[in-house]
């Protein structure tokens, strides 16, 4: 595929997802309906959508529009590329621009700053609270792709050891500052999943920010450690790692379908549970629980914009739920982790310091909070002590 066709199907894309197909599914219609397009071209084509998703009303600003058409207009106008070459008319390539395309084009865009920083308005003035003098810089990281980054299976390899192996088949890594366990990959990055390196289980895809909520847990070595939200089993693996005996759950079971093949894969030991309290209780509870996924929008651009007020309360009570079964699951001085991947304030320090308000035998021990940036997502972690035995309550 030409340049050209790889931006005539983003668009085409971008206006399924406009009609209500979510962009994963839609990238998928297409790719089955052209099969003449080969890897890059599949590779690009989501490069396209995505880059779009993350920048969707700066691009629709800078495009003139909220198709297809114009997002991509948008897109390439914000990284200095001159569309009338690409949209040329010929054959799988997109229209010539129009009059008032070109007139559009042609005006220097004046951007508040919500649009300019892609943040939906009603998010606004809750982010620049929360955030403060960071607001500006972790919404401009948020327009960005995100770093890969790789967690070096500590039970197999060393990150030298890692590394190395990685550099063996072409890809680039550097170390992560502070982070014994963490790779950067600097080239190469989609030819990670193929590797030995990847197959044979010495790393695992984890985000830095995420290896640093394990990193920051009390000693793991012999723990018994329920993730109680383990979906695909990313903390799960990396609390195995650490020499933590380690049961995982989740509300939806399907999420954890793949954790006994990765599982596997990295030699390590995880039981699945259906019925954590049968299993209470636990030395630690990992409760990295559902929430807007602030911290990662650019992992996953939609969820910027498909959040809401009546879905943050809900996600909120969600939260609320979860912290209070799982406290019930802690082993009498045992330790409770709640974690997001958000930067909001509601689902992080107000979340915990209601529990805490319904919960007074509990204490805050560790608060931590990761913002997005070239280290990694926004995460949050709060560390919570249960009251000791025959202890009273305040």
Not at 330 to 341: E, F, K, Y
């Amino acid at each position: 595929m030409t340049p050209a066709a790889r931006i005539a199907a983003a668009i085409a894309v971008l206006d399924a997802r406009a009609g209500g197909v979510p962009a994963e599914q839609a990238l998928t219609n297409w790719g089955r309906g052209s099969r003449f397009a080969g890897s890059g071209d599949r590779a690009a084509v989501r490069d396209h959508v995505f880059g779009v998703l993350r920048r969707l009303r700066s691009c629709a600003a800078l495009g003139g529009g909220s198709d297809g058409r114009a997002l991509m207009l948008g897109a390439l106008r914000a990284d200095g590329i001159d569309p009338a070459p690409l949209f040329d008319g010929a054959r799988h390539h997109p229209a010539p621009l129009t009059e008032a395309e070109l007139a559009h084009l042609a005006r220097a865009p004046e951007l508040p700053e919500p649009v300019a920083l892609d943040c939906p308005d009603w998010l606004a003035p809750a982010l620049r609270a929360d955030l403060g003098d960071r607001f500006a810089p972790v919404m401009e990281a948020l327009r960005h792709r995100a770093p890969v980054f790789l967690r070096v299976n500590a039970a197999r390899a060393t990150a030298v050891q890692a590394r190395a192996a990685l550099a063996g088949e072409g890809i680039a890594a550097e170390f992560v500052p502070d982070m014994k366990n963490a790779l950067r990959i600097t080239e190469n990055e989609r030819k990670v999943s193929g590797s030995a390196a990847y197959l044979e289980g010495l790393v695992e895809v984890q985000d830095a920010a995420s290896q640093g909520v394990v990193a920051a847990l009390p000693d793991l070595r012999g723990a018994r450690v329920l993730d109680y939200c383990a979906g695909g089993g990313g903390k799960a693996l990396a609390l195995a790692a650490e020499g933590a005996i380690v049961l995982a759950h989740d509300a939806a079971p399907q999420r954890m379908a793949d954790l006994p093949r990765r599982a596997t894969r990295a030699r390590a030991s995880i039981t699945l549970l259906d019925d954590p309290a049968a299993a209470a209780p636990f030395d630690g509870v990992l409760a990295d629980m559902p929430c807007s996924g602030s911290g990662a929008w650019r992992r996953s651009p939609e969820g910027k914009w498909r959040l809401d007020p009546e879905g943050l309360a809900a996600l909120c009570a969600t939260q609320a739920g979860i912290l209070d079964a799982a406290a019930r699951l802690v082993a009498p001085g045992g330790w409770l982790a709640a974690v997001t991947c958000s930067i909001l304030r509601a689902e992080n320090e107000a979340q915990v310091d209601a529990f805490l308000h319904r919960h007074p035998a509990f204490r805050r021990e560790v608060t931590r909070r990761w913002l997005p940036g070239p280290d990694g997502d926004g995460f949050f972690l709060a560390l919570l002590r249960a009251p000791a035995a025959g202890s009273r309550r305040r």
